[in-house]
């Protein structure tokens, strides 16, 4: 189908032949430029052939980011398809966040009914552990305090790296200093070993107990196929699949 990228194609963002018309590619392709840059989807194992859908997860508020794998499933009348990631890193907070993509399902499971919806959690290092990491990356000692270490690292040692570490980063304790600038301003609370490793290790520190919730889920055969929704909301538990019947 016509699309300007493969990026806005594999993000859902070309759902239709519109005015220009789909191609058919194989033996019968229409060799007429004037068609554009066309895109379509094929399943990784042979005969290649897969059924396209566009799938929508609309996410509802949540106080904090989550990161994780989002993956989906349809179930059709013949059975069910296999897992898709959908998404894979930094879920968005406080908003719709919305995750859609272009997805080739290799199985033909006839009538979709339900899309299936699957949330893996990234790891949650001990905070412990990562002020211990942080402080090793530093050559420092894991039971001093780690802004300490970094000053009198960053200044060459001594008992005024601190003093003058704390005046560099505009006065207060150099720990939630450093936390509050390594995280840019939200450091407050959290040990600077943490903030550091949260630079260092962008993404493992996990917010919040990590459930998110989906509040519509729509699947549209492509191309230009009619779109089945459902508005269902529903707390997605960590590593176990929710089932949201489509209308």
């Known amino acids: 189908m016509p699309c300007a990228s493969q990026e806005s194609y594999n993000n859902g963002q070309c759902v239709s032949c519109g005015n220009v018309g789909c191609n058919t590619p194989g033996l019968y392709v229409r060799k007429d430029r004037s068609l554009g840059n066309q895109f379509f989807a094929t399943s990784d194992t042979a005969p290649f052939c897969a059924q396209n859908y566009m799938v929508t997860i ?7 980011s989550v990161n994780g794998e989002l993956k989906v499933s349809l179930r059709g009348d013949l059975g069910y398809t296999s897992w898709v990631q959908l998404a894979d890193g930094n879920l968005p907070a406080l ?16 009538t979709v009914r339900a899309v299936v919806v699957l949330f893996t959690p990234a790891p949650t290092p001990d905070p412990a ?3 211990a990491l942080a402080s090793s990356l530093l050559g420092g000692d894991s039971d001093n305090d780690l802004g300490s270490v970094l000053a009198s690292s960053l200044l060459g040692g001594g008992g005024g790296g ?3 570490s704390s005046s560099l980063l505009g006065g207060g304790d150099l720990g939630s200093a450093l936390a509050s600038s390594l995280l840019g301003g939200g450091g407050q609370g959290l040990s600077a070993g943490a903030g550091l490793a949260a630079a260092l290790l962008p993404g493992v520190l996990s917010q919040g107990d990590g459930t998110i919730e989906v509040t519509k889920a729509w699947v549209q055969p492509v191309p230009d196929g009619r779109p089945i929704s459902t508005y269902s909301r529903s707390k997605l538990t960590p ?6 019947i489509l209308q």
């Not at 908003?95 to 006839?110: L, T």
């Open 95 to 110: 908003g719709d966040g919305i995750s859609r993509r272009n997805v080739a399902f290799k199985e033909n499971v006839g």
């Open 162 to 164: 601190s003093s003058s």
């Open 239 to 244: 590593g176990q699949s929710t089932e949201f």
């Open 129 to 131: 552990a990562t002020t």
């Open 58 to 64: 609309q996410l509802g508020q949540q106080l904090h």
